[in-house]
């Protein structure tokens, strides 16, 4: 069940683990439940998934809701996978005033604290809330203070496609369409435009290596609602030969190859899938100890880290991956290995098939 309109990282995390179980005989039968319009329902007819897409007047619809509840009745739904906090609200409202009776397994994805508020202690205590998965070990620590029953907490991190960036094209796209010259290293960063990502210290991580001397261009590859702020930011600080703004992309794949360093510097971040993107496709990763990135990130071994808002640090790290080509390729190589034995999307799959089985050999 999935509420959200946009293509971000849990709607990605949703599509690789349909693509999973619809390889596992276990698996009866699955479909995604989302919102008439929505990307989700897009990638669902452009991939073939089965799927339900019903309007969602606004964001706690009450109908969506009820029909929620006849839905499930009629296919005999055995459980139901919630994806984001409004999911979660609208199967809350379908279970209290509608009679929804299906077990719940929760995705918790972001790394801040439920709030104080009734009705969210209500939803997250729910009886049909079977068990929550953390994507990380740093978000489990934040939840557990606002869960009765902390054995419903379970850190399953999320996956990604190992083999996602092997066809992918290296065209020189990306310097061709923005006239990035060929000697110019590409320092990028691909995600939303939001303000959990902190792209101004991006920016000013970009502004230090310039005032430095080091030649590069500086790309973020994303759209989002602090478009303008990172747009005012680069005029401050006189960037505008330097860095690009691509908006949203739908060929990312092809993208990430173009990138010399991947430089992500959220302040809070639930785990970072885009870093193990980049672990995939072979871009060395320079990075914030935010949220469940140091789970993720071994420093000095297959990226670096650095606290939160480092400028000074990151600037240097960057430089470090720059300059030290066998440094570079070391990383590379271990980032890979260690994204393929614990981050793939077939481990994350296995992992949520292993919760589902627990919940259901508990009711069924």
């Not at 203070?145 to 996956?159: E, F």
Request: glycine share 6%.
């Amino acid at each position: 069940l999935s509420s959200a309109s946009t293509w971000r990282g849990g709607e990605q995390q949703i599509a690789y683990l349909f693509e999973e179980l619809a390889q596992r005989p276990q698996v009866k039968a699955q479909w995604i439940l989302c919102p008439k319009g929505s990307e989700m329902e897009r990638r669902c007819k452009a991939e073939g998934w089965q799927h339900e897409a019903w309007r969602k007047r606004f964001s706690l619809d009450p109908i969506f809701a009820w029909r929620l509840k006849r839905w499930c009745d009629k296919m005999e739904i055995d459980l139901i996978h919630i994806h984001d906090p409004n999911a979660h609200s609208l199967a809350v409202v379908s279970a209290d005033y509608f009679g929804l009776k299906v077990p719940f397994v929760l995705s918790r994805r972001v790394d801040f604290p439920v709030r104080e508020k009734k009705w969210s202690k209500h939803k997250y205590n729910h009886e049909q809330v079977k068990r929550i998965l953390c994507v990380s070990e740093a978000v489990k620590r934040i939840m557990q203070p606002a869960i009765v029953q902390k054995g419903k907490l379970l850190t399953v991190h999320s996956g990604v496609d190992p083999n996602r960036f092997d066809n992918a094209k290296r065209d020189g796209r990306l310097r061709r369409e923005f006239k990035i010259h060929h000697s110019l290293p590409i320092i990028g960063n691909i995600s939303a435009l939001a303000d959990h990502k902190d792209l101004i210290t991006f920016l000013r991580v970009a502004k230090l290596l310039k005032d430095g001397g080091l030649k590069a261009h500086f790309v973020l590859i994303g759209e989002g609602s602090e478009r303008v702020a990172i747009e005012d930011e680069i005029r401050r600080l006189g960037l505008f030969e330097e860095v690009t703004l691509t908006g949203f992309r739908y060929d990312v794949r092809h993208l990430f190859h173009e990138l010399d360093v991947f430089l992500f510097t959220s302040k809070t971040e639930g785990l970072g899938t885009t870093v193990l993107d980049a672990f995939a496709c072979g871009v060395p990763v320079v990075a914030t100890a935010a949220g469940g990135v140091p789970e993720l990130i071994r420093n000095g071994q297959t990226g670096f880290l650095s606290p939160v808002k480092a400028v000074e640090e990151l600037a240097v790290n960057v430089r470090r991956i720059l300059k030290d080509e066998a440094l570079r390729e070391y990383m590379v190589a271990a980032a890979k290995e260690r994204m393929r034995k614990h981050f793939s999307k077939r481990v994350m799959a296995e992992k949520t098939l292993l919760v589902y089985r627990e919940v259901l050999d508990g009711i069924i």
